[in-house]
């Protein structure tokens, strides 16, 4: 019983496939002796026939359509009549008809011929009217010698470049390719349709030259430190030959170069190099210059270059002003440390190599200015003060004290000095104090002392 039921379902389906087939020849290849819209009955072998451009257009498309009668004879009585299935309004009388529809359907179209009344022949033509369907290309990525897989995601129909019918089509291309195709909701190939109602795109096959995988990491590196470099959508990683992780750590005292070996996520292996390049520890030092001659030594007021003087051909250097120059020049007022950090291999940021300088810079006042030990009242120097040449350039003031601290004399000009004597009288003799100060472009340099007071 239970094989008579599988006997049965088989003859059932087979019924049903002969009955689908039946129905697309009839489509395809519509019969004679379909009643015609006049209700006349065009018999078998019929001596005309439609012949036509297109069967399938696009809505809003034409079909031009032509009712072949080259077999009814030489009569010039012949009558034509387009008609289509379920209406009774006459579509066209001429020999040629031109179709158009304004949605998607399916109609089968008519042409009787007649000579003076009497029907000649007949034909049926089914045209199918559609859109262009809604699609998806798909692409793909490959290694040399494995298959690829391209399509297009929508539709009902599809030819390929490659005379292939499916949406998707399996390749094996030796080299990037492009493969174009035809895409309907209705046959396009197939024998019987003449299609114009399809979209036409392209699906690209990317065949690889090398691996895809990256290398990132340390492409620099400080003497005595290590490297740690990275592979990045890569698998099955082998570091100049070794197998290793995908970041592996190398021990560098000298340039090295990396030959890695792996394999992308297209399923390519290949190799690709790395280099790593041992930077130098900083080393250098600050040179002060006045007038282009090196010194540690600044005069108050005088300009001082501060340059670095270093081996390193490649370095970032950050002054304690902020600078990021190669040199800078101050106008120093006191002695002061100048520093700078230096970098090398890379940007301050990023340097991988980093160290201090330091340099120690005495300013001096360079204005020779001297003062006596002692003063004699009523003596060959009438007055006491500083003793050189006066800059006009600079500002003064010079004061003197008595041993209670009373200032005794002050004056603003280099060149006045004081007579010994205090309210309109001489003072006694005795130690007393000066105090001397210079002020040159908002820059004071002062000096303090004893004198003696003889009499």
């Known amino acids: 019983m239970f094989r008579l039921r599988i006997i049965g379902l088989f003859l059932l389906m087979l019924s049903s496939g002969v009955m689908a087939q039946e129905d697309w020849f009839i489509k395809a290849f519509p019969q004679s002796d379909v009643a015609n819209a006049a209700n006349l009955s065009a018999a078998s072998g019929s001596p005309v026939k439609i012949s036509y451009d297109a069967n399938v257009i696009c809505v809003g498309g034409t079909a031009k359509l032509s009712a072949d009668c080259s077999s009814c004879g030489s009569s010039a009585n012949l009558a034509f009549g387009w008609f289509k299935l379920g209406d009774t309004d006459t579509l066209g009388k001429s020999k040629t008809f031109t179709y158009t529809s304004s949605e998607e359907e399916e109609a089968c179209l008519f042409v009787n011929v007649t000579e003076n009344g009497v029907l000649v022949g007949a034909d049926t033509l089914w045209i199918y009217t559609t859109s262009v369907p809604d699609y998806t290309m798909v692409h793909d990525t490959i290694c040399p010698g494995l298959e690829a897989t391209v399509g297009a995601d929508g539709g009902e129909y599809w030819a390929w470049s490659t005379s292939g019918t499916a949406s998707f089509i399996n390749i094996r291309p030796a080299q990037t390719t492009v493969y174009k195709v035809r895409i309907s909701n209705y046959p396009i190939l197939q024998l019987g349709y003449i299609n114009t109602c399809y979209a036409e795109d392209s699906a690209i096959v990317t065949v690889k030259d090398t691996a895809s995988f990256k290398i990132s990491g340390n492409g620099e590196v400080c003497d005595g430190l290590d490297a740690t470099v990275r592979v990045e959508e890569g698998t099955d990683v082998l570091w100049n030959g070794v197998p290793g992780e995908t970041s592996q750590q190398f021990a560098v005292t000298e340039d090295m170069l990396l030959n890695v070996t792996a394999t992308d996520r297209f399923g390519c292996r290949g190799t690709k190099q790395w280099s790593i390049r041992v930077v130098e520890n900083p080393d250098g030092r600050i040179v002060a210059y006045v007038n282009d001659e090196p010194t540690d030594t600044v005069c108050i007021g005088a300009a001082v270059r501060l340059e670095i003087e270093s081996e390193l051909g490649d370095f970032q250097c950050r002054w304690f002003t902020r600078d990021t120059v190669e040199y800078i020049e101050l106008y120093p007022q006191s002695d002061f440390t100048a520093y700078c950090d230096v970098a090398a291999g890379g940007s301050m940021q990023e340097g991988?190599?980093?160290?201090?300088?330091?340099?120690?810079?005495?300013?001096?006042?360079?204005?020779?200015?001297?003062?006596?030990?002692?003063?004699?009242?009523?003596?060959?120097?009438?007055?006491?003060?500083?003793?050189?040449?006066?800059?006009?350039?600079?500002?003064?003031?010079?004061?003197?004290?008595?041993?209670?601290?009373?200032?005794?004399?002050?004056?603003?000009?280099?060149?006045?000095?004081?007579?010994?004597?205090?309210?309109?009288?001489?003072?006694?003799?005795?130690?007393?104090?000066?105090?001397?100060?210079?002020?040159?472009?908002?820059?004071?340099?002062?000096?303090r002392g004893t004198f003696a007071v003889i009499k």
Not at 378 to 396: C, L, Q, S, V
Not at 421 to 444: D, I, M
Request: with cysteine; glycine share 10%.
């Open 352 to 447: 991988l190599c980093k160290a201090r300088f330091e340099k120690n810079i005495m300013i001096k006042n360079c204005h020779n200015v001297y003062f006596a030990s002692g003063y004699v009242l009523d003596g060959f120097n009438k007055t006491y003060g500083p003793i050189g040449e006066e800059d006009t350039t600079r500002t003064y003031e010079f004061r003197i004290f008595n041993h209670n601290g009373t200032m005794v004399f002050q004056t603003t000009k280099f060149t006045e000095g004081w007579d010994g004597r205090y309210k309109g009288k001489q003072v006694p003799p005795g130690v007393y104090v000066y105090t001397y100060r210079e002020t040159y472009r908002q820059l004071s340099w002062e000096r």
